[in-house]
């Protein structure tokens, strides 16, 4: 086969269909059956639209909500609010990942899926991939895409430096309803050692999702006593918690969430989304991070394939490209993240940010690309 992704959420759905629009032979390969929950903020920057839209695969049809403002919060409830300049738009994982899953399907592309792959070995004489299912099958590809999200038994066994390295994070997301909230909104809402986003997605639902520490859900015991003796510290948050309805029972919870750097390429493998990098739920945007990360492999694998370039002129190339795009967004976000890291400062951002609206809009310019 011309290719094989990895992992099939938002980068491995849409190089797919990129590359199977452009002729190629497509296998992907996905550990669930869709359609599935993921920890995620759901939102999307509108700089993904015309990607999507050359892909045939316009998200209008999903009814999203549009969301234009943006509101966050410090720990104390101090709020600062701000214009989008791009805007963008919301809509459920479980939603549109099944939905680019249905487009690739009708346009061809192969899925194995409730499969997981444990083992990449790549034959320099040869110039081929050997690629092991955990069924025992063996598929051989000429390219491999790592499109496997966060985090995956996989980065073991390419030995990179992060797997090794313990991360105090996790993220929680649920669905809810609550009444009043507007629709064109995405807040971010600050507590100790952790913050909250909340906005609009299909239908009459929002998307709640936080990242939190091990350490806050060690001390309390449980993810509903974390948020009352920790969450709920912030008004805001202590209102969405006392009014809102929680659409599914249990939450979709992931842990040993790392920001550490990660390389674009891995022993011949090119890493797309957050495989390749993970921007600070902060900052949000990973969503179109991803997308983009899907067109920059796209094309890059295309012009190897079509023989225009030699694997390490691919390799180099993608590498070059994805650092341009995303080293800077990523570095930014570290960075704000350190901003936020304890009530005090928090509180301190906050209130001065509120006065400084052209540092708020230049940071988000920073953590946000241009229609692509």
Known sequence: MDILLIGGGLAGLAAALDLSSRGHEVTLVERKQYPFHKVCGEYVSNEV????????????ELAPAAIAQFVLSSPGGRLLTSALDLGGFGVSRYLLDNFLYRLAVARGVTFHLKNTVTDVAFDAVADRHTVTLADGRQLVARVVLGTYGKRAALDRQLQRPFFGQRSPYLGVKYHLRLPG??????????FADGYAGISAIEEDKLCFCYLTTRTNLKQHGTIPAMEREVLARNPRLREILDSAEVLYPQPEVINEISFAPKQPVEQHVLMVGDAAGLITPLCGNGMAMALHGAAL????THAFLAGRTSRPQLEHGYTQAWQAQFGARLRVGRAVQQLFGGPVMSELVVGGLRHWPAAVRALMRRTHGQPF
Do not use: Q
């Open 49 to 60: 639209l015309p990607y999507l839209r050359r892909l045939g695969a316009d998200p209008a």
């Open 181 to 190: 909230f507007a629709r064109d909104v995405i807040a971010l809402h600050n």
């Open 297 to 300: 492999a796209a094309t890059a």
